[in-house]
C-alpha cells in the first residue's frame, strides 16, 4: 500500500522528498485501523475487542479517528505552510537549488566535490 503511495506522489507535483506521508501517514492509519480489527480484552483487559473478537463497532470507531486526525492533520498543515510562506517562503529559487543548499544555507558543501 505505501509503494503505492509513494508511486502516486512520484506522479504529481507534491513535493514530499522524504516520504513522510508514505511512512508516517499511510502507516499511522494502516496500525490504527488494524487495532480495529485485533484488538483482545485478552492483551489489554481495560480496552476493547476488535473486529476479529466479534466487535466490529471498534473497527467503525477507529477509521472515524482516522479520518479525523487527516482531516485535521491537512487543515494545520495548510495553514502552516501559508504562514511560513507569507513570512520566508517555501522555495528557495532555482539558482539556489542548481548551486546546492549545502552551500547556500551552511556555506560548506555536505560531500567532497572533485
Not at 7 to 17: I, V
Not at 22 to 30: D, N, P, V, Y
Not at 51 to 67: E, H, I
Request: glycine share 12%.
Amino acid at each position: 500500500m505505501c509503494n503505492f503511495i509513494v508511486m502516486m506522489m512520484n506522479r504529481t507535483r507534491l513535493d514530499d522528498t522524504l516520504d513522510v506521508f508514505a511512512c508516517h501517514g499511510c502507516g499511522g492509519a494502516l496500525g490504527s485501523l488494524l487495532t480495529g480489527v485485533f484488538a483482545s480484552k485478552l492483551i489489554n483487559p481495560g480496552g476493547n475487542d476488535g473486529l476479529l473478537f466479534g466487535n466490529p463497532k471498534q473497527l467503525g470507531l477507529q477509521t472515524l479517528a482516522v479520518v479525523v486526525c487527516a482531516v485535521w492533520a491537512f487543515v494545520m498543515t495548510v495553514v502552516l505552510l501559508k504562514i511560513v510562506d507569507k513570512v520566508m517562503g517555501l522555495r528557495v529559487t532555482p539558482e539556489e537549488e542548481d548551486m546546492g543548499l549545502d552551500i547556500i544555507e551552511h556555506g560548506e558543501y555536505a560531500f567532497w566535490v572533485d
